[in-house]
Antibody, heavy 120, light 110 residues
Framework: QVQLQESGPGLVKPSGSLSLTCAVS?????????WSWVRQPPGKGLEWIGE???????NYNPSLKSRVTISVDKSKNQFSLKLSSVTAADTAVYYC?????????????WGQGTLVTVSS | QTVVTQEPSLTVSPGGTVTLTCASS?????????PNWFQQKPGQAPRALIY???NKHSWTPARFSGSLLGGKAALTLSGVQPEDEAEYYC??????????FGTGTKVTVL
C-alpha cells in the first residue's frame, strides 16, 4: 500500500517561502501517476494546489500559479512544494496525495497533512 | 471562477438514509466531470470514497454509493452508522488539469 508523509517547517514568516516535501513509500514515484498538493485553511474547505508527473510535467491552480513550484526527486522517491510570497491567507494544513489520471481521474492515497502557519 | 456547491449540513438518524449532492456553477454535472467523493473526520486527512461517479475504492463500505441525480453528483449513505458522522467533500474535474473541490457537507448522525 502506498504511503505519503509530508514534512517541512511549521512556521513561515510573511513574504517568505513555504517549502514542503512529500516522501512516498510502498510504491515508486516513477509510476504512471500524478502527485498532488492540496491545502485546507483552518475550519475551511479543500483547495487543489497543483500536481507533477514523474517526467516533471506540472499543472497548477490558476489562482496560485504565479507563486507555486512543484518538483520531483526520483532518487529520493519524493516530491516537493514551494509557495513564495506567503501571507496569513496561506496558513493551512497541507496534504500531499496521489492522483490517478486518464481514464478514471481520482485521488486515492493521502498523507496525514502538516500544518503551516504564516506569522511573524 | 468555478464554484462547486454542496449542502452545508445534513442530519440523519442511525440506520437511516441520506443523500448529499454536488452542483457545478457551470451547469449540469455529468459523468465527464468524473465526480469524486471524500470523507473527512476532525483532525484527519480526507479519505477517498467514490470515483468516476459511482466506483468504490477497495476500502469503501458497501453502504456508500455514488450517482448522478437531477444534474448533480450525489452520494447516498444507506444504513447510516454513528461513525459516518463527518464532513464530506466532492471533487469535479473540469478538464485541462482543473480540479475543484466542493464546499463540503457536514453530516450529523443523531
Amino acid at each position: 500500500q502506498v504511503q505519503l508523509q509530508e514534512s517541512g517547517p511549521g512556521l513561515v514568516k510573511p513574504s517568505g517561502s513555504l517549502s514542503l516535501t512529500c516522501a512516498v513509500s510502498g510504491g515508486s514515484i516513477s509510476s504512471s501517476n500524478w502527485w498532488s498538493w492540496v491545502r485546507q485553511p483552518p475550519g475551511k474547505g479543500l483547495e487543489w494546489i497543483g500536481e507533477i508527473y514523474n517526467s516533471g510535467s506540472t499543472n497548477y491552480n490558476p489562482s496560485l500559479k504565479s507563486r507555486v513550484t512543484i518538483s520531483v526527486d526520483k532518487s529520493k522517491n519524493q516530491f516537493s512544494l514551494k509557495l513564495s510570497s506567503v501571507t496569513a491567507a496561506d496558513t493551512a494544513v497541507y496534504y500531499c496525495a496521489r492522483f490517478i489520471g486518464y481514464p478514471l481521474y481520482y485521488f486515492d492515497y493521502w498523507g496525514q497533512g502538516t500544518l503551516v502557519t504564516v506569522s511573524s | 471562477q468555478t464554484v462547486v456547491t454542496q449542502e452545508p449540513s445534513l442530519t440523519v438518524s442511525p440506520g437511516g438514509t441520506v443523500t448529499l449532492t454536488c452542483a457545478s456553477s457551470t451547469g449540469a454535472v455529468t459523468s465527464g466531470y468524473y465526480p469524486n467523493w471524500f470523507q473527512q473526520k476532525p483532525g484527519q486527512a480526507p479519505r477517498a470514497l467514490i470515483y468516476s461517479t459511482s466506483n468504490k475504492h477497495s476500502w469503501t463500505p458497501a453502504r456508500f454509493s455514488g450517482s448522478l441525480l437531477g444534474g448533480k453528483a450525489a452520494l447516498t449513505l444507506s444504513g447510516v452508522q454513528p461513525e459516518d458522522e463527518a464532513e464530506y467533500y466532492c471533487l469535479l474535474y473540469y478538464g485541462g488539469a482543473h480540479y475543484v473541490f466542493g464546499t463540503g457537507t457536514k453530516v450529523t448522525v443523531l
